[in-house]
């Protein structure tokens, strides 16, 4: 097994390298969730296909709530939401909403 983790919208060169070595088919790649976040992927290419990653959130997520932020967070931001957008705007509402309570006390 090999580990990567990344935070960028560039590929680690790791992910080129396994398959250059032909170590692809026969090494799983593990890495940290960041590695093939939506906003990793789009500059990834084939490489991310049978990566293992794990996060919290994926703007894929098929309920209510996400599609109507996902929806409304790529009209505004012209991107594709991701972990980072979701942690921030949920950041955001446990500040705004309990606030909320105190103006109407």
């Known amino acids: 097994m090999r580990f990567t983790a990344s935070s960028s ?3 680690p060169p790791v992910h080129q390298t396994v398959r250059e070595f032909g170590l692809k088919a ?6 940290g969730g960041t590695t093939t976040d939506e906003h990793a992927l789009p500059s990834m290419g084939d490489e ?4 293992i990653t794990g996060l919290h959130y994926s703007e ?4 209510p ?3 109507k932020f996902v929806k409304a967070y790529r009209e505004k ?7 980072y957008s ?4 949920t950041g955001a509402r446990w500040i705004v909403e309990p606030s909320k309570r105190f103006k109407e006390m």
Do not use: Q
């Open 9 to 11: 919208d560039v590929p």
């Open 26 to 31: 026969k090494i799983p790649l593990v890495g």
């Open 48 to 51: 991310a296909l049978g990566v």
């Open 60 to 63: 894929a997520l098929d309920n």
């Open 65 to 67: 709530a996400n599609k």
């Open 77 to 83: 931001a012209k991107k594709a939401a991701s972990y």
């Open 86 to 89: 979701e942690g921030t705007y």
